[in-house]
Each structure stands twice: as structure tokens, then as C-alpha cells.
Antibody, heavy 121, light 113 residues
Framework: EVQLVESGGGLVQPGGSLRLSCAASGFTFSNSWMHWVRQGPGKGLVWVSRINIDGSSTWHADSVKGRFTISRDNAKNTLYLQMNSLRVEDTAVYYC??????????????WGQGTLVTVSS | DIVMTQSPDSLAVSLGERATINCKSSQSVLNSSNKNNYLAWYQQKSGQPPKLLIHWASTRESGVPDRFSGSGSGTDFTLTISSLQAEDVAVYYCQQYHSMPYSFGQGTKLEIK
């Protein structure tokens, strides 16, 4: 079964740090571009970060650039999101998702169940 | 950056009736070399992650009922549910994957009238 499982969310104070993990199984992780997408309480989907297959190329949304870092460990089939200098507005459910090859149609599939990050004092 | 705008924000349709959701991109998402529109539709039910329904603007994912269809090209796209079922209650999002940063529409909440 193709599956992504996030972990690492929780309550953190403004200015704090958190590292999210996303464990992949059921597909060849090392051949897959990966993404983080977040969803604030009652809000829509917002793309956050992307990483290529070997980690040599990353892209972050302007809202998190310089504070968040996406990385991966292909030996462990795991994707990470290091979040520093957290702000109240970073409060959201964070999803990891596989970016399908355009030759296969593109889009994000599958998605994990998400992990909740709450930034509050 | 490409901005995706959906309309309406919410929609109430009777069971068995047609539901139509629109999505407009601020720039074309048509790839001129392969003639594919880099546009996807997702369904998100309450408490669940999004589910990919349609890619390339009009190609249904395996297992998606044929009452769901996508159309459009360039900057204007439509998701149509031909005969609304109770299980279709959800928020629907369009997404462009033509250019980084990839972007989503704000979502359309679909309810039963």
C-alpha cells in the first residue's frame, strides 16, 4: 500500500522550532519529488516546500523562506521539514505529498494524514 | 507567481442535480510542447487529506466515478459533477503544477440543498 505518515507536530511557542517527519512506504521514495502543504484552521491548502529526488534542489514559499528547510533521507524513506522562528500564523495541519511525474499526469498523490502544528504562547 | 481563483466559494445543489465549479489561473497553464494543461482537481472531505480526482485538467484518476469530469484549457477550467450524490459533499480545490511555486485555488465548499 502506498502510504505517507507524518509525525512531529505539537504545541510550540512563538520563536520556537519543530521538525516534522514523513515516513514513506509502498513506492520508490528515492525516485519521487516530495512536497509539504499546509492548511490553517478552517482555511484552504497552501503549498509550502518542494524537494527533488536527491535533495540537491529545494524550493520554499516566500512566507517560510529563510525559516523552514525541507530535506530528505532516501536511505530511511523519510522526508523532513525543519521549522525555525515559528510564528502564530504558521499554525496549521502540515501534509506531506508525493509529486507525481508529469509523464504520469502530475499532481500530488498520495497525501499523508497530516500533523497539527500549533504556535501559541 | 500564478494565482488560482475559484468560483463560487460555496455551492448548494440538490441530490441528483449538476454541480459546476470554476477555476481561473492568472497565467496559462498549458504546456506548449505536449499540449497538456497542468491543472489538477482535489476533493477534501471533512477531517481527511485531499484526494486527487483529476489531472491534466480532464483525466480522471483511477477509481473516480465518471460523474466527475474536468474541462477547460489555458486559463479557464471547470469541474462538473453530473449527478450529485451525498458522498460528494466536500471542499474542492484546483491546483496548477505548471510553474513553481505550485498554487491552489481557495476552495469551493459543496453542500446538499
Amino acid at each position: 500500500e502506498v502510504q505517507l505518515v507524518e509525525s512531529g507536530g505539537g504545541l510550540v511557542q512563538p520563536g520556537g522550532s519543530l521538525r516534522l517527519s514523513c515516513a514513506a512506504s509502498g513506492f520508490t521514495f528515492s525516485n519521487s519529488w516530495m512536497h509539504w502543504v499546509r492548511q490553517g484552521p478552517g482555511k484552504g491548502l497552501v503549498w509550502v516546500s518542494r524537494i527533488n529526488i536527491d535533495g540537491s534542489s529545494t524550493w520554499h514559499a516566500d512566507s517560510v523562506k529563510g525559516r523552514f528547510t525541507i530535506s530528505r533521507d532516501n536511505a530511511k524513506n523519510t522526508l523532513y521539514l525543519q521549522m525555525n522562528s515559528l510564528r502564530v500564523e504558521d499554525t496549521a495541519v502540515y501534509y506531506c505529498a508525493r509529486g507525481r511525474l508529469v509523464a504520469s499526469g502530475g499532481g500530488f498523490d498520495p497525501w499523508g494524514q497530516g500533523t497539527l502544528v500549533t504556535v501559541s504562547s | 507567481d500564478i494565482v488560482m481563483t475559484q468560483s463560487p466559494d460555496s455551492l448548494a445543489v440538490s441530490l441528483g442535480e449538476r454541480a459546476t465549479i470554476n477555476c481561473k489561473s492568472s497565467q496559462s497553464v498549458l504546456n506548449s510542447s505536449n499540449k497538456n494543461n497542468y491543472l489538477a482537481w482535489y476533493q477534501q472531505k471533512s477531517g481527511q487529506p485531499p484526494k486527487l480526482l483529476i489531472h491534466w485538467a480532464s483525466t480522471r484518476e483511477s477509481g473516480v466515478p465518471d460523474r466527475f469530469s474536468g474541462s477547460g484549457s489555458g486559463t479557464d477550467f471547470t469541474l462538473t459533477i453530473s449527478s450529485l450524490q451525498a458522498e460528494d459533499v466536500a471542499v474542492y480545490y484546483c491546483q496548477q503544477y505548471h510553474s513553481m511555486p505550485y498554487s491552489f485555488g481557495q476552495g469551493t465548499k459543496l453542500e446538499i440543498k
